[in-house]
RNA sequence: GUCCCCAUAGUUUAACGGAUAAAACAGUGGUUUCCUAAACCGUAGAUCGAGGUUCGAUUCCUCGUGGGGACGCCA
């Protein structure tokens, strides 16, 4: 019965009010005169003084068919059917506003009130799988913040697809074969350490002779061409150095897991560079083969005469000392994922530092697929902004010291215990850890997540650390205090309320008013591979819960004006711990 | 030299060509006998410059200024 239910409410209640509005006024605009098949409706969110809802799309077809567009409106206007869930007006030069019932925003409310209701219809049934490439750290390096873009990022877009019902694969694509061996051979060899016995922090160590190989090649000939021969000799299978190197790769990826799993991060794949390195030569074979790249000073090169620049700046796939190179590689990388995964789609979470690569690298794909006569995925580079140091100039991995990313994310878990010792104190050790946990990662995600990702920062740790004001924090502590009241007044979250009544103060109407636009959240989000969408409409039903909690008491007499509120302190925790998740961010019950 | 990104309040950011540019932090003034004050409510403060397109420009175009980046064997 209680399903029947549902399938009426979803019929009259759709999830994407937003995109109702806008079917509702293509089916009827045609039958308008001076309208036809080709108006866009445009309805956005509007700003609260105007109503829910704005149709933009009159503006522009006015002008384009030159008549006047707020006539052109109200005719609009006049051959909608007035509907029981909204109110329409006119306004300004020609704006369609929508205002919905308090009703229908009670009734949305109950209809998607689950986390599971919420969640199936936010899927979209898409066939084929998309592929997430991120984090991708060098083997023989420790993480430093530098990876924390990528890391996070990534992660929460692929969270964010997989919400949206796709079928993601994650895979790190590790830096696990470049020409860094060489020099880290050399040094291992020459200090005659045993990889066996490199102490507490053997990433650590490794990095340290890797330093010194570093001074030692720059300092002297002779061990240059040395470690050139440790590569040579690794490339060619020697099994001494392959023993060596996959060493090399257990302790890097037992580090690299240790920050995995406090991010909640995992991969599907970790499929790097040396995985395609019997791979690589058919690459060069088929682009041969169809005339796609061309010898050019020993080296073989791809040009894209129709590009502006690429015509002139190649796209070195093999050295002209015939080694491959990264370009190789994620041609063959390519090639592998459409083969192996049919992947419809392929997003690359990497630095924009990249994007000319990226952009050689697709041109580069399709030319070679057509010729193939294989599909070639949709490909897409998420770029983000460098993390600068204080001299306005990125990060830097061997000059200074670089901020070892365990350790910003132990700054910050140290930060957020002290807080929450000083709010709780009474609470054991391991509880404060738990949750000093939780509000700590959750602060670095969320301060990196919420401002556009293409934007370059300055690293602060006041900035990445901060847990006050437009912070998971904030976001989190609404989420307790929803868990509180529940608590308190001994229900659960998880009940029907229909006894609730219709919002009626201000402060019902405005939060009940809000859950309606996570969709658009999620679908702005999802359409620009953006978090930070998500992020802001997080923070603003958050303050929009808060000024409710202060206005309105949940425990009063009056059963449907307590229902109600429950229900909207149910709705809010719901968005929010849902939204969160998807960013990679836990909720707690307490803080 | 070619190309790319960026410029919004004291600071850090938001704004899918739309209505009076939105927040956070830092200022400043207030709110706890009341479901967690990690909160709430006030207040002050901004689109780099010059043109252009448009009914309408932070957003698009051109030029300039300032900052950053990519451009053949690193990834």
Known sequence: MPLNMLEVHQMDTPFDICNQLDQF??????QVDGFNEDFAPQVRAADERFGDFQANGVLPFAKKAGTNPRELAQRLLDHLPSSENWQTSLAGPGFINFKLSPEYLLQWTLTYSTKAEITEAAAENTPGSIVVDFSSPNT???MHVGHIRSTIIGESLARLLAFRGHSVIRDNHLGDWGTQFGILLLAIKQEEVSLDALGDDPIARLEDLYRLGNSMVKEDEAKLEQARQELVKLQDGDSENL?????????????????YQMLGVQFDHALGESF?????????ESLLRHQICQEDDGALVVFHPEHKRFAKQPFIVRKSDGASNYATTDLATLAYRQQEWQAQQIIYVTDGRQRDHFEQLFLTTRKWFDAENRPTPQLEHVWFGTILGPDNKA???RDGQPIKLIDLLNEAIRRAAAMVREKNAELPEEEVTRRAEII????????????DRTLDYVFSWDKLL???GNTAPYLQYAVARVHSIFRKLGRRLDERFENARAPQTDAECKLARKFIFFPLALDQANREL???FLCTYLFELATEFSSFYNQEKVMVDDSETQDLRLLLCAQAQNILQTGLHILGIETLEEM
Not at 25 to 30: E, L
Not at 244 to 257: A, T, V, Y
Not at 276 to 284: F, G, I, L, N, T
């Open 440 to 451: 700590g990662l959750g602060a670095v995600k969320y301060a990196d997540l919420s401002q």
């Open 243 to 259: 023993a060596l190197w996959e060493k090399i790769r257990d302790i890097s990826m037992f580090s690299f897991e240790r920050i």
């Open 466 to 468: 901060a847990l006050q």
């Open 530 to 532: 953006k978090p930070h």
């Open 276 to 284: 395609y390195r019997d791979k690589v030569a058919s690459v060069y």
């Open 25 to 30: 006024i293509r089916q009827y605009a045609p």
């Open 140 to 142: 023989a390096k420790q």
């Open 395 to 397: 990060i830097k991995t």
